[in-house]
RNA sequence: GCCCCGAUAGCUCAGCGGUAGAGCACCCGCUUCGUAAGCGGUAGGUCGUCUGUUCAAAUCAGACUCGGGGCACCA
């Protein structure tokens, strides 16, 4: 046997994952839940009779909390069977933080029944059954399915390959179809778990199919990870920007217009920004901003493919003389119809058209999500019309300006997915093999490590997608860059090259904050309200201690004002108690206190957010700091 | 769109067949205060909407609307 640490063991006779472990250690003998053979996880039963590559797998790794997790799905699906016993149990695998199974049952489960469950799935585990793997014969196993009624399963045997042997794993009275591995009996399992949620799921992911309840749950190796998850799940609800958004009055949604944002004066304040830092970065990227229409007349729409694939997520309008219109989804359109609006020489290349652009989309009401995910939203696009010399050189100074603009926001860890040809794409393999090429070589020269997604671009070209890393560790797709053959072509446009011929020009299609809206959304949740200077809507308050400090905290307000900086004055009739506590729980990052003695000394007592220190300084003096720590991030451009 | 859960004052929530409650916020007084809630008072709700059951419905049932967790969707 070889182990991980590549040092060989021999042994005479064949033996067991559970007997290797052993030899090796009574520690790794205790901890052991399965082995891997060649790379392979197995059960720790599994007798090795050859000579193989070994690795015992404990908790401790990746691999061993998935089969803890997938052990908990079984476990589940034991009691479920014991409690409801005319449920047939479907599908039921390991997630990133714990286990789902799919059931079919005629009447829906309560959260009661939840709680019954998992009480009950506490009892399996006390009563440690044994889990044995055993391997049947195709048609028998089905027929064992069939006669017990569980259907799903029967029909699940048909799907799996020829050649993969039908195992099925036994614990106590509950027989399962399963690939396994699994621990060596449910006493393994531990009770660091939690049943979280019943929710609808469709039989093998498909809308057609029939719709079996799936019950979520959580699992993990140890009491204190599985508190550590559920401190994270509450913090996420802390920093939920649906709560938070509200709260500090930066918008609402409403009855009245479902999937749109109302935007507050602070809210709004904040999307500005943002909105004027992206457009200073364009415009010295050599961007030029455009703004096309909102309406357009269905025929584009029949042009562009968009009317017979995507209509349904369309907002169709019409006009008095009975033209059919459609609000833009998307913007790309409207700029290969300003670009080829006249005929183009390739001087002019690369030209890349922005623009701020206000799409709908009638995405269906269950997909609709706080402002993440909403029917009317500003994407900060831009197309790149250029040649294919140019598709290098243009992608990596779009991952520059992208990386750049991402840590101004307070994002350093980016990941990168490369997307390449779907089973169903247009256009050459030749033309496909360039674009992925290109693409290629782009992320490679701006230095940045990817993982590729195979089969995952888009139709009409390969794509980058980037994504960005919160304070809480979650992903979020942001940018995007995609190369694009077919559009510029579908609509006309064309420039003269240096031949003096006719050239279809390629067409990047990029964001970088993807939709303005979700990109706020990502901001609050990220930094929890408490934004940076630079974006945070109201930057100071300047509060009174008495009323006879007004004209003087007025004045301070002015000032501020004039230094660039969002400032509004508190003189109310309030403690200066309470108003810290007001302004802080409203997360304003600066409170400028003026009382007697600032009045008199003409200076200001700044107290900073998440601090409680104070510090008397100078008007001028404050103001000259305070204007140098808001200013807006140019960084590296 | 589909499945399950939910909706009581601006906010957070109690009440769960018998005449709508609390705290905070708003408004009005008093207080003029030195760094996370000073004191008092007024006002505020056809209990999401509609239909039904009942002598009686915030409370029970159904439908609808909106929201939440998922699934599907995300050009």
Redesign the pocket.
């Known amino acids: 046997m070889t182990l991980p640490d590549g040092s060989e063991r021999r042994f005479a006779a064949p033996l067991t994952g559970a007997e290797l472990a052993a030899a090796i250690g009574p520690g790794l003998a205790k901890a052991a839940v399965a082995i891997k053979l060649d790379g392979r996880p197995r059960d720790l039963a599994t007798v090795i009779d050859r000579d193989a590559a070994t690795a015992v797998v404990t908790l401790n790794q990746p691999e061993g909390l998935e089969i803890l997790r997938h052990d908990a799905a079984h476990v589940m699906a034991e009691a479920v069977k014991e409690l409801y016993p005319e449920t047939q149990v479907t599908f039921g695998p390991a997630t990133e933080t714990g286990f789902y199974y799919d059931f079919a049952r005629a009447t829906?489960f309560?959260?009661e029944d939840l709680e019954r469950i998992e009480g009950r799935m506490r009892e399996i585990v006390g009563r440690d059954e044994p889990i044995a793997r055993e391997e049947w014969e195709r048609d028998k196993a089905a027929a064992f399915f069939e006669s017990i009624g569980e259907t799903y399963k029967a029909e699940w045997i048909k799907e799996i390959p020829a050649d993969e042997a039908i195992s099925l794993y036994r614990q106590g009275d509950f027989v399962d179809l399963c690939a396994g591995p699994h621990l060596p009996s449910t006493g393994r399992l531990g009770q660091a778990f939690k049943l979280m949620?019943?929710?609808?799921?469709?039989w093998r992911?498909?809308?057609k199919n029939a719709?079996l309840?799936?019950i979520?749950g959580t699992a993990w190796a140890t009491q204190k990870e599985l508190d550590q998850y559920l401190f994270r799940l509450e913090e996420a609800e802390r920093r939920d920007h649906?709560k938070i958004g509200p709260q500090l009055d930066l918008f609402h949604?409403g009855?009245e217009a479902?999937?749109s944002i109302f935007w507050h004066p602070k809210g709004w304040t904040l999307f500005r920004t943002v909105e004027a830092y992206m457009r200073a970065r364009l415009d010295r990227a050599g961007y030029q901003e455009v703004k096309g229409p909102q309406l357009l007349d269905r025929s584009l729409w029949e042009a562009t493919g968009?009317w017979d694939?995507?209509r349904d997520?369309?907002f169709i309008a019409q006009s008095r003389d009975d033209r059919v219109l459609a609000v833009k989804?998307?913007n790309c359109p409207g700029h290969v119809l300003i670009f080829g609006n006249r005929l183009r020489s390739y001087r002019e290349l690369p030209m890349r058209l922005a623009e701020f652009g206000s799409c709908h989309?009638n995405?269906?009401?269950?997909?609709?999500?706080?402002i993440m995910?909403v029917r009317g939203f500003t994407q900060d696009d831009a197309h790149i019309f250029c040649t294919e010399q140019q598709i290098t050189e243009e992608s990596i100074a779009f991952c520059r300006l992208l990386l750049g603009i991402y840590k101004d926001f307070g994002f350093a860890d980016v990941g990168i997915k490369f997307a390449t040809r779907p089973e169903q794409s247009i256009g050459s393999d030749a033309i496909w093999a360039h674009a992925e090429q290109s693409l290629q070589n782009a992320v490679k020269a701006a230095g940045l490590d990817y993982t590729l997604a195979p089969g995952e671009g888009?139709f009409y070209g390969p794509k980058l997608e980037f994504h960005l890393r919160d304070a809480l560790g979650r992903d979020w797709q942001c940018g995007t860059l995609q190369l694009d053959f077919n559009m510029p072509e579908r609509l006309g446009a064309t420039y003269v090259g240096e031949d003096g011929g006719r050239h279809v020009p390629v067409m990047l299609h990029r964001a970088i904050l993807g939709s303005m809206e979700r990109f706020i959304g990502i901001l609050i949740e990220h930094y929890a309200g408490r934004f940076p200077l630079w974006l945070a809507p109201v930057q100071a308050v300047v509060a009174t201690?008495?009323?006879?400090a007004g004209p003087y905290a007025a004045e301070v307000a002015e000032v501020c004002a004039g230094a660039g900086l969002r400032a509004v004055v508190d003189s109310g009739?309030?403690?200066?108690?309470?108003k810290?506590?007001e302004h802080?729980?409203a997360r304003i990052p600066l409170?400028l206190?003026v009382?007697?003695?600032?009045v008199e000394s003409r200076t200001v007592?700044l107290?900073r957010?998440?601090g409680?220190a104070?510090q008397a300084l100078a008007l001028a003096e404050a103001i000259d700091t305070l204007k140098i720590e808001a200013a807006v991030p140019s960084a590296n451009s």
């Open positions: 829906p309560t959260p949620s019943v929710a609808g799921a469709y992911g498909d809308a719709q309840q799936r979520h649906r949604l009855e479902v999937g968009h694939n995507f997520n369309m989804p998307m989309r995405e269906p009401s269950g997909a609709l999500h706080g995910r888009a201690i008495t009323e006879e009739n309030d403690t200066i108690n309470y810290v506590r802080s729980l409170m206190v009382g007697k003695r600032e007592a107290r957010l998440g409680n104070q």
